[in-house]
């Protein structure tokens, strides 16, 4: 059975780093577009970081740009987020997924929340404090 799982979350104080892990079973992650979503108690989801096949490119979310970046390892199967410089309000639970064929650019998969994504992971809780 396809799914993704995400792992690397836990407390870490302001100002530290953590990298998120999404591994992918069942399917293959070349050529799936890929996210990677947050969403704090009393809020909507958004979109952190996305990036479609082929765009040549990757949207952060503003509030991230410069401390946060995406990786691939294809023979793990398995992307990552690099997370840096972390801030209180990065605390959330952070998603990631996929989906193929998705005709949508890397900004609105991300402001969409991830439409048209397929695959999902259950998240993994980032909380940042001191």
């Known amino acids: 059975q396809a799914h993704l799982v995400e792992s690397g979350g836990g407390l870490v104080q302001p100002g530290g780093s953590l990298r998120l892990s999404c591994a992918a079973s069942g399917f293959t992650l070349d050529n799936y577009a890929i996210g990677w979503f947050r969403q704090a108690p009393g809020k909507e989801r958004e979109g952190v970081l996305c990036v479609n096949v082929n765009s040549g490119s990757i949207f952060y979310h503003d509030s991230v740009k410069g401390r946060f970046t995406i990786s691939r390892d294809t023979a793990k199967n398995t992307v990552y987020l690099q997370m840096n410089s972390l801030k209180p309000e990065d605390t959330a639970t952070y998603y990631c997924?996929?989906?193929?064929?998705?005709?949508?650019?890397?900004?609105?998969?991300?402001?969409?929340?991830?439409?048209?994504?397929?695959?999902w992971g259950k998240g993994t809780l980032v909380t940042v404090s001191s």
């Open positions: 997924a996929a989906g193929v064929g998705i005709p949508y650019s890397n900004t609105y998969l991300c402001h969409s929340g991830g439409s048209g994504m397929r695959y």
